[in-house]
């Protein structure tokens, strides 16, 4: 059963803009203001790396430092959806997206490697392409 639906991915020019979507269905649905929700990113012959996260029980964001400033995560509870708005995009922002979810906590340090492998779920993933 599908989870998690990612979309918004595209191709832009460096210094654009895109929003990435992640719907929640089923379970996660059903729990939607428990999760820790978080986006991962993975580029060619690269280690997927973590983006942002936010807790929907209150609204609490991470983000990595590359990305500071730049992107922004959020939630529409209506929607039980979460977005990464992705702004000032850079070439090296190129990867495939990834939306993941874990029924609990967000905390510091929920975006590093050794972390992934607490996300239950995962979503399919989207692609971004930004050209220089």
């Known amino acids: 059963q599908v989870q998690l639906v990612e979309s918004g991915g595209g191709s832009v020019l460096a210094g654009g803009s895109l929003r990435l979507s992640c719907a929640t269905s089923?379970?996660?649905?059903?729990?939607?203001?428990?999760?820790?929700m978080a986006w991962f990113r993975q580029a060619p012959g690269k280690e997927r790396e973590g983006v942002a996260a936010i807790y929907t029980g209150h609204g609490s964001t991470y983000y990595a430092d590359s990305v500071k400033g730049r992107f922004t995560i959020s939630q529409d509870d209506d929607k039980r959806t979460v977005y990464l708005q992705l702004n000032s995009l850079k070439p090296e922002d190129t990867a495939m997206y990834y939306c993941?979810?874990?029924?609990?906590?967000?905390?510091?340090?929920?975006?590093?490697?050794?972390?992934?492998?607490?996300?239950?779920?995962w979503g399919q993933g989207t692609q971004v392409t930004v050209s220089s």
């Open positions: 993941a979810a874990l029924g609990g906590y967000c905390y510091s340090g929920i975006l590093a490697q050794r972390s992934q492998n607490r996300f239950d779920y």
């Open positions: 089923g379970y996660l649905y059903s729990i939607y203001s428990r999760n820790c």
